[in-house]
């Protein structure tokens, strides 16, 4: 790890800072089928030390049940903040009941999609509509597809997110970085980690935090680390307590 990393934590450390992490990418590898991402028993042991010493929340574009389903009860930030998961109550971004009658009814058609697409797979996050293009190899059909998408998200007044082989509705306005600014302690320090474009959000809208982007790809992050430097980082801020 990078010993400005180090340092800049070392400085914080006692100012009690809130931990942001993002999942997909970041705690876990990306993965061709999003439904089986299950936290192994080594995050499982991070994420139960981590949210004893400090206070931390999960930030994810997924749906609330699903990153339950893989980690337990947490702190989460869901559907880059449609709706929040703080010391076990839901709390529901306004309008988050309207876009899920929208992707829901939207759902309900989704053999037209995959007729037209032959490789494509769509998912109901209930909030937001993702289309996955990890079967999708061909460039100008990728291509075709998020022409597509961007149609559907014209016509439902939604935005369109452009991911690691995905294509994502999601409602409008909403992402990770007013979310996690909307619920930061003003009076501490914060550290944001996430591998993503969405997580590029997150370091723009909070950028007196220790942010911190996975992988090597453009960011305005202040510091940049391998995925398989993610968890030694976080055992090391275990360690710190």
Do not use: W
Not at 29 to 37: A, K, L, M, Y
Not at 44 to 64: A, D, H, Q, S
Not at 65 to 84: Q, S, T, V, W
Not at 147 to 171: C, H, P, Q, T, W
């Amino acid at each position: 790890m990078p010993d400005n990393i180090i340092n800049n934590i070392k400085n914080i450390i006692e100012k009690e800072p809130q931990l942001f992490l993002d999942y997909d990418g970041t705690l876990v590898p990306i993965v061709n089928d999003p439904s089986n991402c299950y936290a192994d028993n080594e995050l499982l042991y991070i994420l139960k030390k981590l949210n004893y010493y400090y206070e931390t929340f999960i930030v994810t574009g997924r749906p609330l049940e699903d990153i339950i389903r893989f980690i337990g009860n947490y702190n989460i930030i869901a559907l880059h903040g449609d709706i929040y998961f703080i010391n076990n109550k839901k709390i529901k971004t306004p309008d988050f009941d309207k876009f899920v009658d929208i992707c829901n009814d939207l759902y309900k058609h989704r053999s037209y999609y995959t007729d037209k697409f032959k490789n494509l797979r769509v998912y109901n996050k209930t909030g937001g509509l993702l289309f996955h293009l990890g079967n999708v190899k061909d460039v100008n059909e990728r291509n075709d597809i998020v022409k597509f998408v961007e149609d559907i998200a014209d016509k439902n007044s939604m935005d369109v997110y452009n991911g690691i082989n995905i294509v994502e509705l999601r409602m409008p306005g909403i992402n990770k970085g007013n979310s996690i600014k909307n619920i930061r302690n003003k009076n501490r320090p914060a550290i944001i980690i996430g591998d993503d474009i969405t997580d590029e959000e997150a370091f723009y809208y909070n950028n007196d935090a220790v942010t911190i982007k996975v992988g090597n790809t453009k960011t305005i992050a202040k510091y940049r680390i391998n995925y398989n430097d993610v968890r030694p980082l976080l055992l090391y801020l275990i360690n710190l307590k």
